[in-house]
């Protein structure tokens, strides 16, 4: 089981699409639950649980965060920052993590437009200090928003090259003033489908040397295809992965600190058997072994309304359906002996991401 600790509601940046930091009357500020209370809760439910600490900025909380792990000495551990603050925790506790998980969006103009000026260069510090003077062993995600200015064969291309271990990216729609359905469409038509296409065809070559390339959302979509699929919203959300808000309600999906269909329960009182719905359109969808809803939250907040959830679905569905034009080649790859089908087999939930962009 996959769950999201908050450790505060609270953010030290405000990136365009975010807006910074949670409404306190929601989320916190500072925990009204204490974190050996929030460790019990999770041990006596889950034996070997995967902990991932989020925010707002988790690292505004860093005593917060270790005294969590103090009190679970066998779960796995994660956690999802902007990068800022990483020296707040001393090396010996960033060696116990297993996947960080860095928000940066591409190259420096793209970063420091959508996340603020000087973002970028503080992020690449973050990333150098973890890997070469800390020595944290552990996976490092570049955790990027898609949105206008993006280009995502050049973005991802670019974060690779900068050492991350693996890339994951998550497209700016449904709950944005960025631009609207059609802006987006006509977006995606021009510059990200075909970067996507750039993109599967990197794998590929990467394939062909026996390496399953760790973009994300290329990885997790042959997972489906070709190895097992998903049951379910590939994040988890509601089912397979909780978040425990700094309040103690218990929350399908960790950015719904507000929305009554996502609270679970309380840890002071347990879940209240609550399980969250796909749309009937969903369910019944010829892609939902590997899409799986895609959102959880999108399936309940319709901020684009319709024609929005359309234009994402589109989307979604032809991505889906370039990295299947290619599976065959793949698959004669795992036939043949190049490619272990095991490079393959990605599961979201040990690295808090959602596949689907």
């Avoid at 999770?42 to 070997?48: P, T």
């Avoid at 291309?157 to 006509?186: C, K, M, S, Y």
Wanted: some cysteine; hydrophobic content about 40%; aromatic content about 10%.
């Amino acid at each position: 089981m996959l769950w999201f600790v908050l450790t505060t509601g609270a953010c030290n940046l405000q990136c365009r699409y975010c807006g910074g930091s949670f409404d306190e009357r929601h989320s916190p500020w500072r925990p009204k639950v204490a974190a050996g209370e929030v460790a019990r809760f999770i041990a006596q439910r889950d034996g070997k649980p995967v902990v991932f600490f989020y925010g707002g900025e988790p690292l505004l909380n860093p005593h917060y965060v270790v005294e969590v792990m103090e009190a679970l000495p066998n779960a796995r551990f994660g956690i999802q920052t902007n990068g800022t603050l990483v020296r707040r925790l001393p090396p010996e506790v960033w060696r116990r993590f297993s996947t960080v998980l860095l928000s940066i969006d591409g190259p420096q103009e793209v970063t420091d437009y959508y996340r603020g000026p000087g973002v970028y260069r503080r992020v690449v510090e973050a990333l150098r200090w973890l890997k070469d003077e800390v020595g944290c062993g552990c996976k490092t995600v570049a955790r990027m928003a898609v949105g206008r200015r993006s280009d995502i064969y050049r973005d991802v291309t670019h974060l690779l090259g900068l050492g991350f271990d693996a890339v994951h990216w998550q497209l700016n729609v449904i709950w944005t003033d960025e631009w609207g359905p059609r802006e987006f469409l006509r977006w995606a038509e021009e510059s990200y489908l075909p970067g996507v296409r750039g993109l599967r065809d990197l794998f590929l070559s990467e394939a062909e040397r026996g390496r399953a390339l760790e973009v994300i959302p290329i990885l997790g979509i042959y997972r489906a295809l070709l190895v097992r699929p998903y049951d379910w919203v590939p994040c988890g959300a509601g089912r397979h992965a909780f978040a425990i808000n700094t309040d103690g309600r218990i929350l399908h999906c960790p950015i719904a600190v507000s929305e009554k269909w996502a609270t679970a329960g309380h840890i002071r009182i347990g879940l209240n058997g609550a399980a969250p719905r796909l749309r009937d359109r969903c369910l019944v969808c010829e892609y939902r072994h590997v899409c799986g809803g895609r959102c959880l939250y999108t399936q309940y907040e319709d901020y684009w309304g319709e024609e929005g959830f359309d234009a994402v679905c589109q989307v979604t569905k032809r991505t889906i359906k370039i990295l299947e034009e290619e599976a065959p080649r793949l698959r004669k790859l795992i036939d043949a002996g190049v490619l272990d089908p095991r490079r393959l087999d990605y599961d979201p939930l040990l690295d808090s991401t959602e596949v689907i962009p």
